[in-house]
Structures are given as structure tokens and as C-alpha cells.
């Protein structure tokens, strides 16, 4: 959740990736389609806009759409395998992911979640009697335990 609009600046290295697609000539990406809409605020500095311009191409805006819904897609997989491994079900984790990140069904509805992250997620069983078990042993271990 970065706000809305995102607020680049609170994420490490988003506000060097913004300004790396910004040119001060050049003809601007304006092109709308309906799986492409363009209709998107970013907010940058005075002193970015006179320094690295205002005009983002098309293929920096490209770039700039596949950097962030690679992201996205990463948050989406991190965030329902924790619920799922926990024992959350598969559709009540990608219904709090939706209402946690605010994507209504209209936006990135609930059969594309899915879908997707039954294609590309990690989905290994964790066992965690196993990490229990390894966490009690470097605690016993520990000399600085001693004891205690």
C-alpha cells in the first residue's frame, strides 16, 4: 500500500527506476486501449521535472507497466502462500488479497488471481514442526544460553 497516488518514495530505488524512463523531449505515450488504460497520476519533483523532463515513451512506459505488475504479481504470490500455509484457504487468501491491496473484482478479479497463481507460485508444504524443531536446537546449542 503505497497510497493513492503511489508514493514512490517509500519504496527503495522506485523514484531512481521513475526517473530513469523520463526524457525532456520526445513524443509522449498517449495511446489508451482497453486492457492498457492510461490513465495513471505520478507525482514527481520540481527538481525532477527540470532535471529529467516529464515525457515518458512508450517503451518506458512499458517498462514501467511490466516493473510494477512483476512486483505486484511477486506481493500477490508472498501474500496468499503465508494465509495458504497457515492453513487459510486458497479463496480467502486471494479475497483478503484483493481487500488488502484494493483490487476489486474489476480491477484483477478473483478467477485471474488464481489462475495465475497456480501457474507461476511456489506452493511447497512448510513444515513447521521442522523449523520448531531446528529453532529449540541453535537455542539449546547456544553457549550464550547457558543457564538460563
Known sequence: KLG???RLRK???DREFLVS???KS???YT????Q???KITIYIS???FEHYGHIISKKSANRFGKHYE????????RFISIREAFGVSLKDAIFSFQQHFGFGEDVWNYEAIKKDYYRNACRKQIDFKAIENALLRMVKDNPKNKGV
Do not use: N, W
Not at 495511446?31 to 482497453?34: F, P, Q, R, S, V
Not at 512483476?70 to 504470490?77: A, G, W
Open 21 to 23: 524512463l523520463l526524457s
Open 4 to 6: 493513492d497516488p503511489p
Open 70 to 77: 512483476r512486483q505486484i504479481k511477486f506481493e500477490m504470490y
Open 26 to 28: 520526445g513524443v509522449a
Open 36 to 38: 492498457r488504460p492510461c
Open 31 to 34: 495511446t489508451c486501449t482497453k
Open 46 to 48: 520540481e527538481h525532477d
Open 11 to 13: 519504496k527503495s530505488g
